[in-house]
């Protein structure tokens, strides 16, 4: 039996820890925010690496709140949250297959998400490659970015009820001020662990709070992605050159 309490989670975010983008916030300071805003489930989910720094886990746990080990894939060009893994389960991760062979090894440990289908840019998998690889994901996932006319979660839901999936709101957080608006919410199981989580998921017990983005925030997330994201990627690749030369021994 659940408790009458209702838990806040949030399964896809991101931070300065990413190797691939170029964020201002760290991971403490996520969970400063979370414990805040009464979270008390989170997945830290870099590109192509798994977060797993355990000063970062001890200090979560302190917090009351439980930090599952995830990533996000990318698998020939179509992303993927994989939940509750090692840096050594991901390591042989090269294609979809492989995702499969990590699901009937681990079985119901692990959970996946097909995070902001159907969306143009980055790494969005749908149509018929989504159909495809259905049965590599436990859930959909319900983006952030989206007003009016321009929902292309639409679809998202629609793949979600034909194909008994669960869907999933996240913040999808690059920005700090992202978090904490869009969000899955379960009862509380009394013991709160990964599996415990995963198993209400796929129960259809979560509740999804995904209001439409502000055109403040429309603004703002456009301009991160397009201009301020680009320009700190930029000065990072400048830095890393510069330490680098600063590092060559001379006449090498």
């Not at 008390?40 to 001890?58: G, Q, S």
């Not at 492989?98 to 143009?120: E, K, M, N, Q």
């Not at 001020?177 to 990964?194: D, E, K, M, R, V």
């Not at 198993?199 to 979560?206: F, I, K, N």
Request: glycine share 6%; charged share 25%.
């Amino acid at each position: 039996m659940l408790n009458a309490d209702w838990i806040k989670l949030d399964l896809h975010i991101h931070t300065l820890d990413d190797p691939k983008d170029a964020l201002d916030y760290t991971a403490h300071q996520l969970l400063e925010r979370a414990q805040s805003l009464g979270f008390r489930v989170l997945a830290i989910t870099l590109h192509d690496a798994v977060f797993d720094r355990p000063e970062v886990f001890a200090d979560a746990e302190r917090m009351g709140i439980l930090l599952i080990p995830a990533a996000e894939l990318r698998l020939h060009g179509a992303d993927i949250i994989v939940l509750n893994v090692s840096r050594s389960d991901i390591e042989p991760i090269r294609d979809f297959q492989d995702i499969r062979r990590l699901r009937a090894r681990c079985g119901s440990s692990v959970f996946t998400i097909a995070p902001h289908p159907f969306y143009v840019l980055g790494g969005s998998i749908g149509g018929e490659r989504l159909l495809r690889e259905i049965d590599c994901f436990d859930a959909i996932e319900l983006c952030h970015f989206y007003r009016g006319v321009f929902n292309p979660n639409r679809r998202a839901v629609d793949v979600a009820r034909r194909h008994g999936k669960p869907l999933i709101a996240t913040s999808d957080a690059h920005q700090l001020h992202a978090f904490g608006h869009n969000y899955t919410s379960i009862p509380c199981p009394p013991t709160l662990t990964a599996e415990a989580v995963f198993a209400a998921l796929r129960a259809g017990e979560g509740r999804v709070t995904n209001p439409p983005t502000s055109y403040r925030d429309l603004v703002s997330t456009a301009y991160f992605i397009f201009i301020e994201h680009n320009w700190r990627l930029w000065r990072r690749s400048r830095a890393g050159r510069l330490k680098r030369d600063l590092e060559t021994p001379r006449g090498t």
